[in-house]
Nanobody
C-alpha cells in the first residue's frame, strides 16, 4: 500500500519559515493530487495546499501568499514551503495523496502519520 515519509516539522518563531517534505512510497500506480492538510487542537482537519499531476495548485485562504506548494511527479514528492509563519499555523500537518495503488484500484485518499508544526510568539 501507499505510505509516506514526512519531514520538516518543528518549532519556530513568528515570521520564520519551515519546509515540509513528503515522499510517497510503496505501491503506486498514479497520484492525482498530492498535498498537505492540517489539524489544530479542537478543530477539524483542513486543506492547506495541494497540487495535481498537471501542476495546478490551490491553497487555503489563510495561507495564500505565505505558503508555496510544489511537486515532483517523477519522485512522487511534494514540498510545502511555509513562510511568515503565524501562531495560527500551529497544527499537526498531514501529507495526503489521492491516487491508485494499481490500475485496478479506484482512487482513494492516503494519509501520512502527521508532523507537528509549532509557531511561538
Amino acid at each position: 500500500q501507499m505510505q509516506f515519509v514526512e519531514s520538516g516539522g518543528g518549532l519556530v518563531h513568528v515570521g520564520e519559515s519551515l519546509r515540509l517534505s513528503c515522499a510517497a512510497t510503496g505501491r503506486i500506480y498514479s497520484i492525482n493530487t498530492m498535498g498537505w492538510y492540517r489539524q489544530a487542537p479542537g478543530k477539524e482537519r483542513e486543506l492547506v495546499a495541494q497540487v495535481n499531476s498537471a501542476g495546478s495548485s490551490n491553497y487555503a485562504d489563510s495561507v495564500k501568499g505565505r505558503f508555496t506548494i510544489s511537486r515532483d511527479n517523477a519522485k512522487n514528492t511534494v514540498v510545502l514551503q511555509m513562510s511568515s509563519l503565524k501562531p495560527e499555523d500551529t497544527a499537526v500537518y498531514y501529507c495526503n495523496a489521492a491516487g491508485q495503488t494499481s490500475v485496478w484500484d479506484i482512487v482513494r485518499n492516503y494519509w501520512g502519520q502527521g508532523t507537528q508544526v509549532t509557531v511561538s510568539a
